[in-house]
């Protein structure tokens, strides 16, 4: 059955030369070749946050998201009623901080033994690691972005069909132990977009992985959260207006119609379809994919590009 991936995308990139699995550490080749020790963000994927700056012990995480449902269940701050009402049953469940902190410990094992099962060779000996960096290739925390993959011979490559010789990244989603978030223009060619679209859908569907619990917070909400309630306890006494630039920030497209939402109704897109765009980018994203606005589709309900752009003092939606 056909992809309905509705936009066509064939980034560039480039490939690295593999690195060895042993740490790239140590004396330096020469005078101008040094080793470098580097962390790499995975491209394309969102594991379950293990810990997060400033968040507190899971079991205070459960605390907080506890009380942020009650918060948005009072119905007084400017939350997006459909985004307040999808969250509340994912935070008042009293133990959404542990249950990602689960998921993420769950997470970390899958990769490792991933790692161990497809680096290591018939012989017992270990892969390189091969790596393809798209044409942005760091991110604000300054990590490598990256497809990782085992490095295979010409004949491995021949003999695997493209699910089986996968990368990391795609493994992960696969597995159900990561969620997908595409971030243009860091998207994966054509092709490969489709079989993740796929491999995700199939996950959500069939409850794989950390999808078991219906209930779950991708990594990315989850931090969205965390935001969201430290935002509400800095509102002054009295003050309501929670912009919604304190928790979320880029605006969510879904890649099987090609409309775009803005960023705190990104909850209309199915998991699997969601591909994200930061503020800054949006026009470029429309002019290269053919996007259209889901505004014209929501009624007289939704506020308008103008309410928006003043409650974030960000760039809103052109017009299209």
Known sequence: ????????????????????????????????????????????????????????????????????AQLLKAGVYTIDEGLANYLIPKLETGDAGSTQ??????????????MDQRLTKPNGKKRSLFMHAPSQPFDHYGRLLAYIAPKYTNEELLA??????????????????????????????????????????????NGIGAWEDPLMLTG????????????IKKLDDGEFNLKPSKYVSRFCVDMTNSLVYYPDEYFNVPV????????????????????????????????????????????TLPKF
């Open 272 to 315: 699997a379809n969601r591909m994200f765009v930061w503020a800054n980018d949006i026009r470029q994203a429309v002019a290269d994919l053919n996007l259209r606005s889901a505004e014209g589709n929501r009624g007289a309900t939704r506020k308008s590009a103008r309410d928006f752009a003043v409650n974030t003092g960000k760039r």
């Open 220 to 231: 990315y909400e989850y931090r969205m959260c965390i935001k969201m309630y430290k935002a």
């Open 101 to 114: 902190r689960r998921q993420g410990v769950y997470a970390k094992q899958y990769f490792k033994e991933l």
């Open 1 to 68: 059955m056909s992809s309905p991936v509705q936009f066509f995308w064939d980034p560039q990139g480039f490939q690295l030369d593999y690195l060895g699995v042993k740490k790239a550490e140590g004396e330096p080749a020469d005078g101008d070749t040094p080793y470098v020790k580097m962390p790499i963000r995975m491209l394309g994927i969102d594991t379950p946050e293990t810990s997060y700056p400033g968040a507190g012990t899971a079991e205070a995480v459960d605390d907080k998201f506890y009380e942020l």
């Open 160 to 205: 695997y069909p493209p699910q089986e010789r996968g990368t990391f990244n795609y493994l992960m989603v696969k597995s159900g132990w990561a969620a997908p978030i595409m971030i243009y223009p860091n998207l994966p060619k054509d092709s490969d977009l489709r079989i993740v679209h796929g491999a995700v859908k199939h996950a959500v569907e």
